[in-house]
């Protein structure tokens, strides 16, 4: 199982980014993708996850200007990011908790490479 991330860059306050995640592999079922980052000497912390039957939460901070969505036919999540802030800069995983196609079909929490997103003031 491999998760993919694509989108993070450079992007001035109040600007916007989409950050996308494909999952990929030997894949039986996907019960929920998310999105969490770490900014520099701080700790992973979750940003917003999205569940199989689209049940979505944010962390607060993000409410109103972050927005998950997932394309379950191509195992895809995405995180639009609007009114960006310099708090907002952190490198970005993506996560998805699956069931995998291989026995005894365990069910696991997979992460991607992280794409970096820095805003500047």
């Known amino acids: 199982v491999q998760l993919q991330a694509s989108g993070g860059g450079l992007v001035q306050a109040g600007g916007s980014l989409r950050l996308s995640c494909e999952v990929s592999?030997?894949?039986?079922?996907?019960?929920?993708m998310g999105w969490y980052r770490q900014a520099p000497g701080k700790e992973r912390a979750l940003v917003t996850t999205?569940?199989?039957?689209?049940?979505?939460k944010y962390e607060d901070s993000v409410k109103a200007r972050f927005t998950v969505s997932a394309d379950v036919a191509k195992n895809t999540v995405y995180l639009q990011m609007i009114s960006l802030k310099p708090e907002d800069t952190a490198v970005y995983y993506c996560?998805?908790?699956?069931?995998?196609?291989?026995?005894?079909?365990?069910?696991?929490?997979?992460w991607g490479q992280g794409t970096q997103v820095t805003v500047s003031s």
């Open positions: 999205i569940a199989r039957s689209g049940s979505t």
């Open positions: 996560s998805a908790l699956i069931t995998t196609s291989l026995r005894p079909f365990p069910t696991s929490r997979y």
């Open positions: 592999g030997s894949i039986l079922s996907v019960d929920d």
